[in-house]
């Protein structure tokens, strides 16, 4: 199992949970994209309503050939995150065509809750359409994290510039 404790509650940085059903493609590529995209300003974790044991080949293929692989991502239990020894969210991002039946409906005060609507990665089809499928919802993700990274950036700066 994969420790999730607070990595240092001095730091500014913002934790993001990103949610689907299992934890093996959709989640776990974004996890991988906001270490890459926004490392400086956010945390990035991933969970699953209902886990799987590995996570998907072909995903961690793509992971691979975009040089964000990570040994330490691991599918693993959105509860985890409800633990009182795990790190405060200050975001809960869901993925999917909708949220994720089960999902929980009660977290820490202050979570704010956000849905993507985003390609499925589990199309049905023969492999190389499923690897099509795959590069397309990490091609969504990437643009929208790139995008959730610069609005934070751009209301830092803000902030910033006011209280100067």
């Not at 959709?26 to 209902?50: P, Q």
Request: charged content about 25%; hydrophobic content about 40%.
């Amino acid at each position: 199992m994969t420790d999730i404790k607070d990595e240092g509650a001095a730091s500014k940085r913002y934790n993001v949970l990103f949610l689907c059903d299992d934890n093996t493609a959709s989640s776990i590529m974004a996890e991988a994209i906001l270490r890459r995209w926004g490392a400086d300003d956010f945390r990035a974790y991933s969970g699953g309503i209902k886990p799987a044991r590995e996570l998907d080949p072909q995903a961690s293929e793509i992971l691979q050939a975009q040089k964000i692989w990570r040994s330490d991502l691991a599918s693993k239990n959105c509860t985890q995150f409800l633990a009182a020894e795990a790190p405060p969210l200050d975001f809960v991002i869901s993925l999917g065509e909708r949220p994720p039946s089960g999902m929980p409906v009660t977290w820490p005060s202050g979570t704010k809750l956000i849905h993507w609507r985003i390609t499925e990665p589990t199309a049905p089809g023969n492999s190389r359409q499923r690897a099509d499928t795959l590069r397309r919802t990490f091609l969504e993700l990437e643009n929208r994290i790139k995008l959730f990274v610069l609005v934070y950036q751009r209301k830092a700066m803000k902030t910033a510039a006011t209280a100067a």
